[in-house]
């Protein structure tokens, strides 16, 4: 299986509903480094796996939208507790939608899966894969 990766980050503030999240259930601010991860069993015409420059693009436009934000007061969440593995599946579902749609290059139809994964800090993370 071929790879590749492209970086991004968001900043959001959210809170928690549940005792489970103990003082997050207060508003409080997160800033997650993003890796979206391409995968495809064999290389498409240009020996690529996707355009790096497309999907480093489409990462930042999907990031953008969600960066500076309170989720508590986007529609999209409301009712919704936004784990880092909640917003690992959403950044993951809008990118296969930008890839279905042709945003990442017709060679992007070749994906075979995405894997996206949010750093919390240097030592916890949580992720997302899917098949396309």
């Known amino acids: ?38 995968k495809r ?10 355009d790096i420059g497309r999907a480093l693009e489409e990462l930042h436009a999907i990031c953008g939208a969600l960066s500076y934000r309170n989720l508590d007061d986007e529609a999209d969440f409301t009712g919704v507790n936004t784990s880092t593995e909640f917003l690992a599946k959403v950044i993951a579902d809008r990118l296969a939608d930008k890839i279905e749609a ?25 992720g997302y894969e899917r098949n396309l």
């Open 1 to 38: 299986m071929f790879s590749v990766t492209v970086r991004d980050h968001i900043m959001i503030a959210h809170s928690f509903s549940g005792e489970v999240f103990g003082p997050a259930q207060k508003l409080h601010g997160a800033t997650f480094v993003v890796d979206a991860t391409f």
């Open 102 to 126: 042709g945003d990442l290059g017709a060679g992007a139809h070749g994906l075979t899966g995405i894997a996206v994964t949010l750093h919390e800090s240097h030592i916890a993370w949580a």
């Open 41 to 50: 069993p064999e290389l498409d015409a240009d020996n690529i796996v996707v």
